[in-house]
């Protein structure tokens, strides 16, 4: 019958078509994927053993770091292991150099360090890439200290299991870093891991390892890293220079009529030592400072984010912020990382 | 009717361009081939690999860990610090749900590795050891075992992941448990993996799980986990047989790295074979068993991974001269040190001898004597040691200084056994007398007789008074021995281990000049050691080392074309070293030995 064969003839076009479609769909595969094993080794030479401050109370002494440029930018997780002037950067082939602290970023807990050598292999940030759940990962890091001089640095592998804002504590207190993260998990909340590289399947980075964190809601600790996206802006305000102090030969721009430490109610430790870190002594009774918070004890480490390296770079640079305009404090009290804003109040 | 048709295929067509839009969703049916075969070779090769782990469990519930069966009569590998507290006699599972017998055969303290045997089949499904120096950062491995004791149903637990880094250096817990070139892997590996096996993707025993990094979250995997590799044990293996407890090496010297990043000599005994073979203070290490040496690290994953007596190839520099050598590894302990550290602590102090002197006993109380005794104490109850199964019992001896004097002696019997069919000298205690020449110096003649061991040397007439101790008789000179040598080596052949002295089975080493390793059979008599070194092929003798001080160098002797005399096979070429130098290659044209064995040996 008519009807019938035009009807079985629509159906097997029905068929054909909804094929055709869906092959289109199908996504292509088949293509060769490098092993981990090429891949780890192929990015090691870009990866940085660093050696600071710390070594007592569980604090180790040692951090993770890799290349950005090949003239010997190091990009790192900003730590109390960089508290120290005296800060041993050791490539992948056991090269040592003294590292020079270029910058960092306190909200986002990164900071650039520079060797003096050139022709380094360097992760470039401008072909770093976004992950999505359920990517691939490989973290390049020296947790526990594990690889010394031309050692390579451990890999590990997991996958991305959810890219989500970060909220959580360091030891009892929250991070500053509120921005999105990858969280993973490849075991990367171990010692000495921070700053190290996340890459994808591929070898290409897809962001940095973050600091031993723990969850507040669920107490457990976490394992992300921080997209290279978050980072760019920071990075490349560091490079230009603009969170290293600015020199106390300076003499353009200096307002009239500066903020002053006293102004502000901030006395700080007695400035004896070459460079003496600017810990507050004491705070003035119904000062704008002690309106805000500030302690004794309390440790200034950026004003107007630049670093507040010394007593004599933190009074510098004060001298150069007029008094009618705000002064933004980081300071570390305890482990604690806290932002606060000060202004002198207006007189009736 | 067409209306309904033009509806599905504009519906259809509208879900299919929705999926395309949309790449994360994906149909089932759409994984590609490759992914499917990659699964089912790994599921191939974990249960080909699940075959030979065992779970190992210490009687009396104490405890346990796990193991692999590495040759079908049941030979298995795990971690000293599993098998220890087991103790001698211990129980192993296999996933084919039974429960076997084992027995402890050697130790290795301090590279936390235990040898054991499984009793009861010569059919054991074993692993494939493979080279764990072709294991590369990156590659998949797998992790096979009884992590937290999962295993009730004797089903090992498997963990997947990635090799993390290869030749690792993990400090020991005082001298013990050193993790020297190991392999570092973030496959969960948990307490109760310790002594399980470590495979490759493709199922192939790569190493052996041990240790972790721990930190705030205690002792579970934090994803770093580390395997003592097979290579190391490989090398430990003949001497692991040997039922001993064995030591690791050291070099005599200490190194550190300096400004420039060189590995330089910081320390060096003077009595260590590696200053006899010129190593000085302030040299740099260049190449230490076939290996480059460029970090402290490095140095000490070569040392870790060799036993205490192997002789080990050094490359060092001075003055931008570069030397090449090979160097006999001491030990880190002496025997009476490592079987302190590795033994029990006493149960409890015994009774403390007490109450009554007798000259208290003076009727009308006098004043007891000496100080007032303290209270007798009762020591707490023994514990029963858990009795050794009879099947197991007949595996084990117990001596002291070895984990299982059984197959020392097992050892000893099949290589002395094997050698001594061919060279068929037992009893041939009479007179020898061996001629020949060394080449382009003259004639030598040997006379190794009962009373008399002299022999003339293109040099002069040498002796051995056997009255004398051995260790300061080393005629001819510069040979460091060769007759007292010859004499002891005669006395083997003659009298066998048994009578020879204390002779044990070393385990297998390397020999200078050879390939592969050899088996070692260890006599003391008349106070100097020496060595004899077996073919595990041909079983013949292919040399001796005479030690008349541990701290010397031996008189080395190669033992080379053997021909058959009278149904005898015996060497007609011997080469001789001593320290540094070729002493003499010493090519015998005859041996003169007494007709038949001796019957019973008439005392005058």
Redesign the interface.
């Given at each position: 019958m008519i009807?019938h064969e035009t009807?079985q003839r629509?159906?097997t076009w029905?068929i054909s078509?909804?094929l055709l479609?869906?092959a289109?769909?199908?996504?292509s595969?088949?293509q060769e994927t490098t092993?981990?094993?090429?891949?780890?080794?192929s990015q090691?030479s870009k990866m940085v053993k660093i050696y600071g401050a710390g070594g007592i109370k569980?604090l180790e002494a040692y951090q993770s770091a890799f290349l950005i440029s090949e003239k010997g930018h190091i990009l790192t997780a900003w730590s109390y292991v960089l508290d120290t002037d005296y800060i041993t950067a050791v490539l992948n082939d056991?090269?040592?150099f003294q590292a020079t602290l270029v910058g960092a970023d306190p909200r986002l807990e990164i900071a650039v360090l520079k060797i003096d050598t050139d022709r380094l292999d360097f992760f470039a940030r401008n072909t770093a890439v976004d992950l999505?759940s359920g990517d691939r990962v490989?973290a390049f890091s020296n947790?526990?200290g594990?690889?010394?001089?031309?050692?390579?640095a451990?890999?590990?592998?997991g996958i991305v299991a959810a890219k989500a804002p970060l909220d959580a504590r360091r030891g009892a207190f929250k991070t500053t870093y509120r921005g999105p993260v990858f969280i993973l998990d490849?075991?990367?909340?171990?010692?000495g891991a921070a700053g190290g590289a996340l890459t994808n399947r591929e070898g290409k980075l897809a962001g940095i390892l973050g600091k031993?964190l723990r969850n507040s809601l669920s107490n457990t600790?976490l394992n992300y890293a921080i997209p290279m996206a978050e980072l760019n802006d920071a990075i490349d305000d560091i490079l230009a220079g603009k969170t290293r102090p600015r020199s106390v030969d300076e003499t353009a721009n200096r307002p009239d009529q500066p903020h002053t430490l006293h102004k502000l109610g901030i006395l700080l430790v007695p400035d004896l030592l070459t460079k003496t870190p600017p810990y507050i002594d004491r705070i003035r009774n119904d000062s704008p400072a002690a309106s805000k918070g500030l302690k004794a004890d309390d440790l200034i480490l950026f004003i107007n984010d630049r670093m507040a390296e010394s007593c004599k770079t933190l009074k510098n640079e004060l001298s150069l912020i007029d008094q009618i305009d705000t002064v933004q404090l980081i300071i570390q009290r305890g482990q604690e990382l806290l932002e606060l804003e000060l202004k002198l109040e207006e007189k009736n | 009717m067409k209306r309904l048709m033009c509806w599905c295929i504009f519906s259809l067509a509208v879900s299919a361009l929705a999926e395309t839009n949309n790449p994360s969703v994906v149909a089932a049916q759409e994984i590609p081939p490759a992914v499917i075969k990659a699964q089912q070779a790994r599921i191939a090769a974990i249960a080909r690999a699940s075959k030979s782990a065992i779970s190992v469990f210490a009687p009396g519930g104490k405890g346990g860990g796990s193991g692999v069966v590495i040759t079908p009569d049941g030979y298995a590998l795990t971690n000293f610090h599993v098998a220890k507290p087991a103790g001698s006699a211990m129980k192993c599972s296999m996933p084919d749900d039974r429960l076997y017998d084992a027995v402890i055969v050697g130790i290795d303290p301090v590279g936390d590795v235990a040898m054991i045997k499984l009793l009861g089949r010569d059919d054991f499904p074993a692993a494939t050891m493979v080279d764990s120096d072709q294991v590369k950062v990156g590659d998949w491995c797998f992790a096979i075992g009884n992590p937290f004791l999962l295993a009730t149903d004797f089903q090992p637990t498997v963990t997947y992941g990635i090799v993390s880094g290869v030749h690792r250096y993990q400090y020991p817990a005082g001298t013990l448990l050193e993790y020297a070139d190991c392999i570092q892997t973030d496959a969960s590996i948990n307490p109760g993996n310790s002594g399980g096996p470590l495979f490759n993707a493709n199922g192939d025993l790569i190493g052996i799980n041990g240790r972790g990094s721990f930190e705030k979250r205690g002792r579970v995997n934090v994803g770093v986990g580390y395997a003592i590799s097979i290579n190391q044990i490989k090398h430990f293996m003949g001497y692991l047989r040997s039922g001993r407890i064995l030591d690791h090496a050291t070099l005599g010297a200490t190194v550190a790295t300096d400004e420039g990043g060189r590995v330089i000599v910081t320390n060096i005994l003077e009595s260590s074979d590696a200053y006899r073979r010129g190593l000085r203070y302030g040299d740099e290490i260049v190449s230490f068993g076939n290996r480059r040496i460029s970090t402290v690290n490095g140095f000490k994953n070569v040392l870790g991974i060799f036993p205490r007596g192997w002789r080990v190839p050094l490359t060092y520099q001075r003055d931008a001269k570069t030397y090449e050598t090979f160097v006999r590894l001491s030990g880190v302990h002496s025997p009476e040190q490592l079987l302190a550290k590795i033994q029990r602590p006493a149960q409890g102090a015994p009774p403390k001898p007490g109450g009554e002197r007798p000259g208290n006993k003076k009727p009308g109380g006098g004043k007891p004597e000496g100080k007032p005794q303290p209270p007798r104490r009762p020591g707490p109850p023994a514990q029963a040691a858990p009795k050794m199964p009879a099947a197991v019992a007949k595996y084990f001896k117990a001596r002291r200084g070895y984990a299982n004097y059984y197959f020392n002696t097992l050892n000893r019997n099949r290589v002395w056994d094997r050698f001594a069919a061919e060279a068929n000298c037992q009893q041939l205690d009479g007179k020898w007398t061996l001629s020949g020449k060394i080449a382009n110096r003259g004639d030598v003649e040997i006379i190794l007789d009962e009373q008399e061991i002299r022999a003339d040397f293109p040099q002069g007439q040498v002796r051995v008074d056997l009255t004398k101790d051995f260790d300061t008789q080393l005629a001819p000179a510069g040979s460091g021995g060769l007759l007292v040598s010859l004499h002891l080596w005669k006395k083997l052949l003659t009298t066998g281990p048994a009578q020879f002295g204390d002779v044990y089975y070393l385990g297998t080493a390397p020999v200078l000049n050879q390939e592969g390793v050899y088996d070692v059979l260890v006599g003391t008599r008349n106070v100097v050691e020496t060595r004899f070194m077996f073919d595990p092929q041909s079983g013949k003798m292919i040399g001796l080392e005479m030690y008349p001080d541990l701290s010397l160098d031996p008189c080395e002797i190669s033992f080379s074309d053997y021909r058959e005399i009278n149904g005898r096979s015996l060497p007609h070429q011997l080469k001789v070293r001593y320290g540094n130098n070729e002493f003499a290659v010493v090519e015998l044209t005859n041996y003169a030995i007494p007709a038949q064995k001796k019957q019973e040996t008439k005392k005058p």
């Amino acid at each position: 019958m008519i009807y019938h064969e035009t009807q079985q003839r629509c159906f097997t076009w029905l068929i054909s078509s909804g094929l055709l479609i869906a092959a289109m769909a199908a996504p292509s595969h088949g293509q060769e994927t490098t092993s981990f094993s090429t891949v780890s080794a192929s990015q090691q030479s870009k990866m940085v053993k660093i050696y600071g401050a710390g070594g007592i109370k569980g604090l180790e002494a040692y951090q993770s770091a890799f290349l950005i440029s090949e003239k010997g930018h190091i990009l790192t997780a900003w730590s109390y292991v960089l508290d120290t002037d005296y800060i041993t950067a050791v490539l992948n082939d056991g090269r040592k150099f003294q590292a020079t602290l270029v910058g960092a970023d306190p909200r986002l807990e990164i900071a650039v360090l520079k060797i003096d050598t050139d022709r380094l292999d360097f992760f470039a940030r401008n072909t770093a890439v976004d992950l999505e759940s359920g990517d691939r990962v490989l973290a390049f890091s020296n947790l526990y200290g594990v690889a010394t001089g031309d050692e390579p640095a451990s890999v590990l592998h997991g996958i991305v299991a959810a890219k989500a804002p970060l909220d959580a504590r360091r030891g009892a207190f929250k991070t500053t870093y509120r921005g999105p993260v990858f969280i993973l998990d490849a075991m990367t909340n171990n010692p000495g891991a921070a700053g190290g590289a996340l890459t994808n399947r591929e070898g290409k980075l897809a962001g940095i390892l973050g600091k031993e964190l723990r969850n507040s809601l669920s107490n457990t600790w976490l394992n992300y890293a921080i997209p290279m996206a978050e980072l760019n802006d920071a990075i490349d305000d560091i490079l230009a220079g603009k969170t290293r102090p600015r020199s106390v030969d300076e003499t353009a721009n200096r307002p009239d009529q500066p903020h002053t430490l006293h102004k502000l109610g901030i006395l700080l430790v007695p400035d004896l030592l070459t460079k003496t870190p600017p810990y507050i002594d004491r705070i003035r009774n119904d000062s704008p400072a002690a309106s805000k918070g500030l302690k004794a004890d309390d440790l200034i480490l950026f004003i107007n984010d630049r670093m507040a390296e010394s007593c004599k770079t933190l009074k510098n640079e004060l001298s150069l912020i007029d008094q009618i305009d705000t002064v933004q404090l980081i300071i570390q009290r305890g482990q604690e990382l806290l932002e606060l804003e000060l202004k002198l109040e207006e007189k009736n | 009717m067409k209306r309904l048709m033009c509806w599905c295929i504009f519906s259809l067509a509208v879900s299919a361009l929705a999926e395309t839009n949309n790449p994360s969703v994906v149909a089932a049916q759409e994984i590609p081939p490759a992914v499917i075969k990659a699964q089912q070779a790994r599921i191939a090769a974990i249960a080909r690999a699940s075959k030979s782990a065992i779970s190992v469990f210490a009687p009396g519930g104490k405890g346990g860990g796990s193991g692999v069966v590495i040759t079908p009569d049941g030979y298995a590998l795990t971690n000293f610090h599993v098998a220890k507290p087991a103790g001698s006699a211990m129980k192993c599972s296999m996933p084919d749900d039974r429960l076997y017998d084992a027995v402890i055969v050697g130790i290795d303290p301090v590279g936390d590795v235990a040898m054991i045997k499984l009793l009861g089949r010569d059919d054991f499904p074993a692993a494939t050891m493979v080279d764990s120096d072709q294991v590369k950062v990156g590659d998949w491995c797998f992790a096979i075992g009884n992590p937290f004791l999962l295993a009730t149903d004797f089903q090992p637990t498997v963990t997947y992941g990635i090799v993390s880094g290869v030749h690792r250096y993990q400090y020991p817990a005082g001298t013990l448990l050193e993790y020297a070139d190991c392999i570092q892997t973030d496959a969960s590996i948990n307490p109760g993996n310790s002594g399980g096996p470590l495979f490759n993707a493709n199922g192939d025993l790569i190493g052996i799980n041990g240790r972790g990094s721990f930190e705030k979250r205690g002792r579970v995997n934090v994803g770093v986990g580390y395997a003592i590799s097979i290579n190391q044990i490989k090398h430990f293996m003949g001497y692991l047989r040997s039922g001993r407890i064995l030591d690791h090496a050291t070099l005599g010297a200490t190194v550190a790295t300096d400004e420039g990043g060189r590995v330089i000599v910081t320390n060096i005994l003077e009595s260590s074979d590696a200053y006899r073979r010129g190593l000085r203070y302030g040299d740099e290490i260049v190449s230490f068993g076939n290996r480059r040496i460029s970090t402290v690290n490095g140095f000490k994953n070569v040392l870790g991974i060799f036993p205490r007596g192997w002789r080990v190839p050094l490359t060092y520099q001075r003055d931008a001269k570069t030397y090449e050598t090979f160097v006999r590894l001491s030990g880190v302990h002496s025997p009476e040190q490592l079987l302190a550290k590795i033994q029990r602590p006493a149960q409890g102090a015994p009774p403390k001898p007490g109450g009554e002197r007798p000259g208290n006993k003076k009727p009308g109380g006098g004043k007891p004597e000496g100080k007032p005794q303290p209270p007798r104490r009762p020591g707490p109850p023994a514990q029963a040691a858990p009795k050794m199964p009879a099947a197991v019992a007949k595996y084990f001896k117990a001596r002291r200084g070895y984990a299982n004097y059984y197959f020392n002696t097992l050892n000893r019997n099949r290589v002395w056994d094997r050698f001594a069919a061919e060279a068929n000298c037992q009893q041939l205690d009479g007179k020898w007398t061996l001629s020949g020449k060394i080449a382009n110096r003259g004639d030598v003649e040997i006379i190794l007789d009962e009373q008399e061991i002299r022999a003339d040397f293109p040099q002069g007439q040498v002796r051995v008074d056997l009255t004398k101790d051995f260790d300061t008789q080393l005629a001819p000179a510069g040979s460091g021995g060769l007759l007292v040598s010859l004499h002891l080596w005669k006395k083997l052949l003659t009298t066998g281990p048994a009578q020879f002295g204390d002779v044990y089975y070393l385990g297998t080493a390397p020999v200078l000049n050879q390939e592969g390793v050899y088996d070692v059979l260890v006599g003391t008599r008349n106070v100097v050691e020496t060595r004899f070194m077996f073919d595990p092929q041909s079983g013949k003798m292919i040399g001796l080392e005479m030690y008349p001080d541990l701290s010397l160098d031996p008189c080395e002797i190669s033992f080379s074309d053997y021909r058959e005399i009278n149904g005898r096979s015996l060497p007609h070429q011997l080469k001789v070293r001593y320290g540094n130098n070729e002493f003499a290659v010493v090519e015998l044209t005859n041996y003169a030995i007494p007709a038949q064995k001796k019957q019973e040996t008439k005392k005058p």
